[in-house]
């Protein structure tokens, strides 16, 4: 059974930064790809970024590319999303998913396990 836990969401003004912490728990946590979704009110659930169980190959959607950085530190089983120069539109919850493959994924459905998520709030 694996477990995710996200944190570090919390209300930040425009152009600042954040960086959001997975904790995965549970048998073999640390040889799952890992990605990162956002979802903002009245909207359907998007790809933000992901990583290799390795950390060696990431991907990241056009909106976030160049501001948004996904690493992962398997020693602490944790993965991390550092968000740099935030926009008004970056408001969302942020969860963080597992899949047990080796490839990288960016549609939800593929994911086996979820966090609850974190609020992100970008103000203007």
């Known amino acids: 059974q694996v477990q995710l836990v996200e944190s570090g969401g919390g209300l930040v003004q425009a152009g600042g930064s954040l960086r959001l912490s997975c904790v995965v728990s549970g048998r073999s946590g640390s040889n799952y790809g890992m990605g990162w979704f956002r979802q903002a009110p009245g909207k359907e659930r998007e790809f933000v970024a992901c990583?290799?169980?390795?950390?060696?190959?990431?991907d990241y959607s056009d909106s976030v590319k160049g501001r948004f950085t996904i690493s992962r530190d398997n020693a602490k089983n944790t993965v991390y999303l550092q968000m740099n120069s935030l926009k008004p539109e970056d408001t969302a919850v942020y969860y963080c998913?597992?899949?047990?493959?080796?490839?990288?994924?960016?549609?939800?459905?593929?994911?086996?396990?979820w966090g609850q998520g974190t609020q992100v709030t970008v103000s203007s």
């Open positions: 998913a597992a899949v047990r493959s080796a490839f990288l994924y960016r549609v939800q459905r593929l994911y086996d396990y």
């Open positions: 990583i290799s169980w390795s950390g060696g190959s990431t």
